[in-house]
Nanobody, 116 residues
Framework: QVQLVESGGGLVQPGGSLRLSCAAS????????MGWYRQAPGKQRELVAG???????NYADSVKGRFTISRDSAKSTVFLQMNSLKPEDTAVYYC??????????WGQGTQVTVSS
């Protein structure tokens, strides 16, 4: 069973930065995708950024130029560097890990609050 451990959320002022991390407990997977999703109260969960084991990256239009997704493939860890944060970025952020041929695994979520 794969477990995802998220960290890095918190309270930050508009214009500030946070870095989220998500580590998968398993190391045996070589083909996979990992991504970040977010869900604000009363809203649907949406894709923020994703990255594959081959290095393919995609971002939501709302975060392009501000957020950067990266990975440490040796440790099955994905990061989300969030800069120039806006109040509308406030949400619970969830990481997702999808091994090739397997099911989706979700992290527990980490709260990001952008407020003055």
């Amino acid at each position: 069973q794969v477990q995802l451990v998220e960290s890095g959320g918190g309270l930050v002022q508009p214009g500030g930065s946070l870095r989220l991390s998500c580590a998968a407990s398993a190391r045996k997977f070589t083909l996979y995708t990992m991504g970040w999703y977010r869900q604000a109260p009363g809203k649907q969960r949406e894709l923020v950024a994703g990255i594959s084991s081959s290095g393919t990256i995609n971002y939501a239009d709302s975060v392009k130029g501000r957020f950067t997704i990266s990975r440490d493939s040796a440790k099955s860890t994905v990061f989300l560097q969030m800069n120039s944060l806006k109040p509308e970025d406030t949400a619970v952020y969830y990481c997702k890990f999808t091994p090739w041929g397997g099911s989706d695994y979700w992290g527990q979520g980490t709260q990001v609050t952008v407020s003055s």
